[in-house]
C-alpha cells in the first residue's frame, strides 16, 4: 500500500489552496494532488493542473469548461465542470484524504458527500460547521470520519488537545487579531472605504475572509464552529483580541491548566498538520523566535463597536437555522460592501435586519437549511435596497 497520501483541494486557487499545493510541494514523498478545483480562476487552474499533475480538475463555472478542458488536452487529466462534478470527485476511491479550502456556504455539500464517503477531512472552510454543525458532526460521527481543522484557532485547540482527549475543557479561548481596526471606534468605521479594510496587518487571505477579520465576523463564525468541532457550549467558547497572531488559542481544563500552542502567522503550519496527523513532517518554514515578540498583548473585544461578533454569540445561543441564516446574511453583506453597495457598518445592520425577518426552525435537515440559505440571500438583497 502506497504511503504516499493523495489530496483532493477544493479550492485550490484561493489562499488555503495555494499554501496546501506549496506543503504538497515540499513533500512529494508524503502527498500528492489528486483532485484540484477552482470556481472562476481557469488560468491559476490549468497552471496548477500542469504543474501537479492531478487526476481530475474541476472548474466550478460550467461556462469555462471548454477552456480548461482545451488547455489540458494533451495531458491525462480529467476535465469536469459544475457543483455536481465537485459534490462527485470528493467520493473518489482515489482520494485519500478532502482539503474543503473553499470559501462561503459553497464548501457545505461536497464536505458531506466526501463524509458520506468516508474520506477524512482537512476542514478550511468554517462556513460549512457555522450553516449545518450539527448535520456534518452527527455525519462525521455516523460514517467513523475524522475531521482535522485547519483553522489556525481550530488547529491550535485541536493540537493543545493530543493527548488530552480524555480530560473534559472548562473552556476554549480563541485568539483574534482585531484586524486593521482594532481600536477605532464607530466614527472612524462608518468612513471606512474597502481598500483600507483589505489591509489585513498579519495574515494574507481572500477578500471575502479579511473583510471578515476585520469586521471580527470572522472570529464570530470561528466561536460556532469551536462549538461543533470540539462538542462545547456556547458558555464554553471564549474571544480575547491578541494582535501580533502568535498564540493561535488556548485551552483551560479543569484543574485550572492552560495550553497554548504559539508560532508565527504561517496557514502553512496548521495546513501541514491536518493532512500528516498524527505526524508532525519537518518544515522548513521560517521560526518563531521569542526576542522578536518581546511584548504580546491582549484585550477585551469590543461587541459594542465590532456588532458582527456579538451577532454571532446571539445566532449560535438561539441555535436551529440562525447560524445558517447568520451566514448567508454575511455573505450578501461581505460582497455588497466589495461592490461599494453598502458601507461598512451597515453590514452589521443588514445581518441583524435580515435575521429579524427569516422564520425560525429549531431542528433543521438539510433541506431546510438549504431553503433557509436561499430566503435569506433574497431577503438581503431586498433589505439593501432600503439601507
Same mark, same amino acid.
Given at each position: ?19 496546501? =499545493? ?35 480538475? /474541476? ?8 477552456? /480548461?478542458? %482545451? ?7 480529467? /476535465? ?17 484524504? &478532502? ?20 474520506? $477524512? ?27 482535522? $481543522? ?38 472612524? =468605521?462608518?468612513? /471606512? ?45 471564549? &474571544? ?29 503550519? $496548521? ?29 477585551? $473585544? ?49 445581518? %441583524? ?27 438581503? %438583497? ?6
Amino acid at each position: 500500500m502506497s504511503t504516499i497520501k493523495r489530496v483532493a483541494i477544493l479550492g485550490s486557487t484561493g489562499s488555503i489552496g495555494t499554501q496546501t =499545493l506549496e506543503v504538497l510541494t515540499q513533500h512529494p514523498d508524503k502527498f500528492q494532488a489528486e483532485v484540484l478545483t477552482a470556481q472562476n480562476n481557469k488560468d491559476l487552474l490549468i497552471k496548477q493542473a500542469l504543474v501537479h499533475k492531478p487526476n481530475v480538475v /474541476v472548474i466550478g463555472n460550467e461556462a469555462l469548461y471548454t477552456a /480548461v478542458k %482545451e488547455a489540458l488536452s494533451s495531458e491525462p487529466i480529467k /476535465v469536469y465542470a459544475g457543483a455536481n462534478a465537485l459534490a462527485d470527485v470528493v467520493q473518489m476511491e482515489t482520494v485519500d484524504i &478532502v482539503m474543503t479550502a473553499l470559501v462561503g456556504y459553497a464548501g457545505l455539500l461536497p464536505t458531506l458527500k466526501a463524509i458520506e464517503a468516508r474520506k $477524512p477531512i482537512a476542514l478550511a472552510n468554517k462556513e460549512t460547521m457555522v450553516v449545518a454543525g450539527d448535520l456534518v458532526t452527527q455525519s462525521a460521527k455516523k460514517y467513523r470520519v475524522n475531521i482535522y $481543522p485547519v483553522d489556525s484557532e481550530h488547529s491550535a485547540i485541536f493540537q493543545c488537545l493530543v493527548g488530552e482527549f480524555h480530560n473534559p475543557i472548562e473552556k476554549i479561548i480563541l485568539t483574534a487579531s482585531g484586524g486593521p481596526f482594532r481600536g477605532k471606534d464607530t466614527a472612524f =468605521l462608518k468612513q /471606512v472605504s474597502k481598500e483600507q479594510a483589505l489591509k489585513h496587518p498579519n495574515w494574507d487571505m481572500g477578500a471575502k475572509i479579511t473583510i471578515d477579520s476585520a469586521s471580527l465576523m470572522n472570529k464570530g463564525l470561528e466561536v460556532i464552529e469551536a462549538k461543533w468541532l470540539f462538542g462545547l457550549k456556547t458558555e464554553q467558547v471564549e &474571544v480575547i483580541v491578541h494582535p501580533q497572531s502568535i498564540v493561535h488559542s488556548l485551552v483551560q481544563f479543569e484543574d485550572g491548566s492552560i495550553k497554548a500552542q504559539l508560532g508565527l502567522p504561517d496557514m502553512r503550519i $496548521p495546513i501541514q498538520f491536518a493532512l500528516s496527523y498524527p505526524e508532525r513532517v519537518k518544515s522548513n518554514f521560517p521560526r518563531f523566535d521569542f526576542m522578536d515578540y518581546p511584548n504580546l498583548q491582549f484585550e477585551k $473585544p469590543d461587541m459594542s463597536t465590532f456588532r458582527n461578533l456579538g451577532l454571532a454569540f446571539s445566532a449560535l445561543k438561539k441555535g436551529g437555522n440562525a447560524t445558517c441564516t447568520l451566514n448567508a446574511a454575511n455573505e450578501i453583506a461581505v460582497a455588497a460592501f466589495l461592490q461599494d453597495r453598502i458601507r461598512f457598518l451597515e453590514m452589521s445592520d443588514l445581518i %441583524e435586519q435580515t435575521m429579524d425577518n427569516i422564520g425560525f426552525i429549531e431542528e433543521p435537515g438539510l433541506e431546510e437549511l438549504i431553503q433557509t440559505d436561499k430566503e435569506t440571500r433574497i431577503i438581503s %438583497e431586498q433589505i439593501i435596497s432600503r439601507l
